[in-house]
C-alpha cells in the first residue's frame, strides 16, 4: 500500500489506495455543537492546521453531535453515511474523519471549496 498526502487549501488530507479501487480521503474537523441549523463549510485555524469547521443542531450527548456531524460531512460531499467514518476525536470538538471513495479528487475539491466558504 502507497500513502500519499495532498495539502488543500493549506489543509492536510491523506489518501491512501484500498481494495477495490476506493481511496480514503482524511479530513480534520472542528465541530460547533448546538447550532441554531446543521451548516458545513468554513475554516478554523489557518494554514496547515485549519479544521473543516462543522455545526449541527445536536447537543453534545451520548454521541449525537458526532454522528450528526457524520450524517452532514456525508450530505455535503455527496456521498452515502457509510462511507463517512470517524477516526480520532470521538469526545472531542476537534475530529478526524475518514471519507472512502471511487473518486478522492473530487472529494478533495469538494472539501477545498467548503473551506473557503
Known amino acids: ?15 491512501m489506495k484500498t481494495q ?5 480521503v ?4 472542528r465541530v460547533r455543537p448546538g447550532a441554531s441549523r446543521s451548516s458545513v463549510g468554513g475554516s478554523y485555524g489557518a494554514g496547515e492546521d485549519a479544521r473543516l469547521t462543522v455545526a449541527v443542531s445536536a447537543r453534545a450527548v451520548d454521541g449525537a453531535a458526532t454522528e450528526a456531524v457524520l450524517v452532514a460531512i456525508a450530505k455535503a ?10 477516526v480520532t476525536g470521538r469526545t ?8 472512502t471513495t471511487d473518486d478522492p479528487a ?3 475539491v469538494l ?7
Open 92 to 99: 472531542s470538538r476537534d475530529k478526524v474523519i475518514e471519507v
Open 111 to 117: 472539501i477545498a471549496q467548503l473551506l473557503v466558504g
Open 26 to 29: 482524511r479530513v480534520a474537523i
Open 77 to 86: 460531499l455527496g456521498v452515502r453515511r457509510r462511507q463517512v467514518l470517524l
Open 20 to 24: 477495490g479501487g476506493a481511496a480514503p
Open 1 to 15: 500500500m502507497k500513502t500519499q498526502g495532498m495539502k488543500t487549501q493549506g489543509m492536510k488530507t491523506q489518501g
Open 106 to 108: 473530487r472529494v478533495r
